[in-house]
């Protein structure tokens, strides 16, 4: 069985991301589990903890060791990856040496209500994984623009096709876990 670790940009309860996210956990095949590691609980990372770190921080950091690959999905804060989400990645990051994150993995998926489709987050977010170590998917990119029309009341994308784009990036995200 292979795990993939999915990682939400945002803590909203009616998150787009977190829904997107979840439509995307279930176009995974058969051989593949899921599982949402939440960072919600993480105290903002100090360096001063790296000899005694929260335990929050032990738990976030053995749920990441776990995975075999990490999907990011993730809006735009300011042009950027939410601050949440670049507190888990320097959480996961350290002690000096012990990154979780090393040699996994990993895809990006963006997504806005406006029509920048979070292209920022996206590729400020793929700069700090590639100094992690992590290989990530290169194509397709995932951009959605205008989340709120995408996803009906049930939490499902009502749009056939863009679930079957989203289907096209699962493949392709597969076969490149299996290259690893
Ligand atoms: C935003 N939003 C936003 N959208 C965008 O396309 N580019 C941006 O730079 C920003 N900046 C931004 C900053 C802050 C602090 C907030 C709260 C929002 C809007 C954002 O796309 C929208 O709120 C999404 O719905 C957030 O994603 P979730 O929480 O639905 O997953």
Redesign the pocket.
């Given at each position: 069985m292979t795990k993939v670790g999915i990682v939400v940009g945002?803590l909203?309860k009616?998150?787009?991301?977190?829904k997107i996210a979840e439509n995307v956990a279930k176009l995974f095949p058969e051989g593949y589990e899921t599982e949402f590691i939440e960072i919600g609980n993480l105290p903002l990372y100090n360096e001063e903890y790296d000899g005694n770190s929260p335990e929050e921080y032990q738990s976030f950091r053995e749920a990441v060791s776990a995975v075999n690959a990490v999907l990011f999905v993730t809006?735009?804060?300011?042009?950027s990856v939410p601050g949440v989400l670049k507190n888990a990645i320097d959480v996961g990051s350290r002690p000096y040496g012990e990154s979780v994150w090393d040699a996994k993995p990993a895809a990006v998926v963006s997504?806005?209500?406006?029509n920048?489709s979070?292209f920022?987050a996206n590729h400020h977010l793929r700069q700090s994984l590639v100094f992690l170590n992590m290989p990530v998917l290169q194509q397709p990119e995932v951009y959605l623009a205008n989340?709120q029309d995408l996803i009906d009341e049930s939490g499902n994308i009502s749009n056939e096709q863009t679930t079957q784009f989203l289907q096209s990036f699962v493949d392709a995200f597969v076969d490149f876990m299996n290259r690893f």
């Open positions: 945002s909203r009616d998150s787009y991301s977190r809006p735009e804060y300011n042009r997504q806005s209500i406006s920048l979070g920022g989340s």
